[in-house]
């Protein structure tokens, strides 16, 4: 079995987790403004990994006495994967929109089609949700 890391590595290990995890965000990004769904979905397992990563990292440095009272160079690299967080945390939530951006275009556009194949048969539930209904008042007895 290993030894265990030391503060620095693990610091070093946060900030580069920190960073892939970024870089993944963006490739997102560009995989939604392309609109390439298994890029999208990839990306997703990538993040996922990362962040159990990250967040067993974290729990590690938790344990180090050394975070008590931090060096300046452990400030600044501190520093530094919280500012990456920030910006992961920005372009997730930026991401998220564009997501429920497309979603719903995509709804909008099967609705379009719907309508196409039958004005006539076409309903609405509570939500907005169109549906084609063949049976719509055709089972009417009076």
């Keep these: 079995m290993s030894e265990a890391l030391s503060f620095e590595q693990l610091l070093q290990a ?3 987790n920190v960073d892939a995890l970024l870089e993944v965000m963006e490739k ?10 298994a890029d999208v979905g990839a990306c997703a397992k990538q993040k996922l990994t990362l962040i159990q990563n990250i967040q067993l990292r974290d ?3 938790a344990k ?3 975070l008590q009272s931090p060096s300046e160079e452990h400030l600044a690299a501190i ?6 967080l920030e910006k992961c945390h920005q ?8 997501l ?5 275009s995509m709804h909008k556009l099967r609705n379009l089609f719907q309508e196409a194949a039958g004005k006539s048969e ?4 509570s939500e907005g949700q169109a549906s084609g209904s063949r049976t719509l008042g055709t089972n009417v007895k009076a």
């Design 122 to 125: 076409m309903t609405y539930d």
């Design 91 to 98: 372009t997730n939530e930026a991401n998220g929109v564009a």
């Design 79 to 84: 520093s530094h994967i919280k500012a990456s």
């Design 14 to 16: 946060q900030a580069e």
């Design 28 to 37: 997102e990004t560009s995989a939604i403004a392309s609109r390439k769904a």
């Design 64 to 66: 180090c006495p050394e």
């Design 100 to 104: 429920q951006r497309a979603q719903l």
């Design 59 to 61: 729990a590690q440095l």
